[in-house]
């Protein structure tokens, strides 16, 4: 039983192409993240969904858009993607009272 | 603006020594504090957390923490290590900004640990 899931695991495509990573939650959480590591492994939170409402909004490029359909589910879409967006994404979910996290095993998207 | 330091990039121990990682914070009001694992190639797992009451927090796989609000620190420790604990270790502080939880997570500290 998978408590945070991500597909695909890996994702490799060109400059110019748009792409979506999909994630889902089995645990009952309220509240969903999508962060960015990068190659030195820094994370930094992208967005967070409290309910499906956008809750947290960092400075990211437009060309990112989270789309959270129900409480489970959190995807990601990235329109003309760019060399530098080449990195691990994961998802991410817990209780907005508690705190703690639960991480799904991440998506190793790759811009060629 | 809230911020986590890891100051060590990198904490090397003999196997059964006690390890200590380091972890400080800045935020304004009360903290939530945590500390986080990543095995290579995996997601991060939580570890333990503090929010309220006793300053020594116990967690998973034998680890524990000790907050200490006048030193704004939030170290990990283990009394004696394993070579299995050789990981990726974060600390993270949840802190209200903004009308929002923003959680921030330092940048990490490789834990080796030799047989």
């Known amino acids: 039983d998978t408590a945070v899931s991500q597909t695909p695991k890996y994702l490799v495509t060109q400059m110019g192409n748009d792409k979506s990573i999909k994630c889902e939650q089995n645990?009952?959480?309220?509240?969903m993240y999508w962060y960015k590591q990068d190659s030195k492994k820094f994370l930094k939170i992208m967005f967070s969904?409290?309910?499906?409402?956008?809750?947290i909004n960092e400075t990211v490029p437009n060309r990112f858009s989270p789309k959270s359909p129900d409480k489970a589910h959190l995807n990601l879409h990235i329109n003309s993607l760019e060399l530098g967006d080449s990195a691990v994404y994961f998802c991410?979910?817990?209780?907005?009272?508690?705190?703690?996290?639960?991480f799904g095993p991440g998506t190793r998207l790759t811009v060629t | 603006a809230q911020s986590v330091a890891q100051p060590e990039d990198q904490v090397n121990v003999a196997e059964g020594n006690p390890l200590t990682v380091k972890c400080t914070y800045s935020v304004s009001g009360n903290p939530y504090l945590f500390w986080y694992v990543q095995y290579p190639n995996r997601g991060l797992q939580f570890l333990l957390k503090?929010?309220?009451?006793?300053?020594l927090v116990k967690g998973s796989y034998g680890f524990e923490a000790e907050f200490n609000k006048s030193q704004t620190s939030f170290h990990l420790k283990k009394p004696s290590a394993l070579v299995s604990d050789s990981a990726l270790y974060f600390c993270a502080v949840r802190a209200l900004s903004g009308g929002s939880y923003i959680p921030t997570f330092g940048r990490g500290t490789s834990l080796i640990v030799h047989p």
């Open positions: 645990l009952g959480h309220d509240t």
């Open positions: 969904y409290n309910n499906k409402e956008l809750i």
């Open positions: 991410a979910s817990s209780l907005l009272g508690s705190g703690e996290q639960y």
């Open positions: 503090y929010i309220t009451g006793d300053n």
